[in-house]
């Protein structure tokens, strides 16, 4: 199935409980860009802070069902944990989502983002422990259709470089994308980090070797939690998935549609 639009396929309305942004302000700016949009909101089981980064999936149906079109669509962001794989597994069941990223947003009950995760270890450490979490979780989340920021540590990591190297980190970083090659799986590009020419090349060697490993689809989504952020260096990820030899989709009840190059 082939769509000619380009899509966002990952932002953050107000079912997310760290977004602000309106599914009207959402759908707007997608019609002002062109773009078509997938709402992904937040769904992180036993969040640390109680009601955190959950939602009432029933609500968000009932709620943004009116909405829904070609060009608008309804996700869920899951935060892949290996101890809460049945948990997830379980909402998505009769649920009638277009799209699921999973993402490792927090370890040993720990929010990447917190500093004292960080406290006293070395990236090698830290990134290590990162990247065996994200390998276990893309096994036995058979149930996701891509995985979102891949590069997600390095926005918050507390190291003097930050970056998600390829050279640094080959044996993980080649795991985590044949699990996915493997499942015929999708991989984000997400946008958020690429206006840093750096981040964008480190990111590049990545989704290169993904193709070598027999990765074919890429996701392209924002992580946008305002409306100005919708579709922010769409034209680099989409120079990045041509020269990786990359696919973009947009999913739609599941199914990958392809987007134009
Ligand atoms: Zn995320
Ligand atoms: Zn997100």
Redesign the pocket.
């Known amino acids: 199935m082939n769509t000619g639009k380009m899509f966002d396929t ?1 932002m ?1 309305t107000r079912f997310s409980t760290d977004s602000r942004m309106t599914i009207e302000e959402a759908v707007r700016q997608g019609k002002k860009l062109n773009l078509g949009i997938i709402v ?1 909101e ?1 769904m992180d089981l036993d969040y640390p802070e109680p009601q955190a980064f959950i939602f009432d999936i029933d609500e968000y149906f009932r709620t943004y069902e009116r909405f829904r079109s070609e060009t608008v669509r309804l996700g869920i ?1 899951l935060g892949m944990r290996c101890d809460l794989i049945e948990e997830n597994r379980e909402l998505l069941v009769g649920r009638p989502f277009d799209y699921v ?1 999973g ?1 490792i947003h927090l370890i040993d009950r720990i929010d990447i983002y917190q500093e004292h995760f960080y406290h006293g270890r070395t990236k090698r450490e830290v990134y290590g422990q990162y990247f065996e979490s994200m390998l276990a979780c893309v096994k036995d989340y058979d149930f996701i259709d891509s995985l ?1 920021h891949i590069d997600y540590i390095a926005r918050y990591a507390r190291f003097a470089d930050t970056e998600v190297r390829y050279e640094e980190f080959p044996d993980y970083i080649d795991a985590v994308l044949r699990a996915l090659a493997e499942q015929e799986k999708a991989i984000e590009i997400n946008t958020r980090r690429l206006d840093d020419d750096a981040a964008a090349e480190a990111l590049c060697a990545i989704y290169r070797r993904f193709h070598e490993l027999g990765g074919r689809l890429v996701t392209i989504g924002s ?1 946008a939690h305002r409306p100005q952020d919708i579709g922010k260096h769409f034209d680099r990820a989409m120079a990045i998935a041509r020269s990786c030899r990359l696919q973009p989709v947009a999913f739609k009840a599941r199914q990958p549609e392809y987007i134009a190059l």
Do not use: F, P, V, Y
Request: net charge negative; aromatic share 0%.
């Open positions: 990952h953050h992904t937040h962001e990223i993402s979102g992580d």
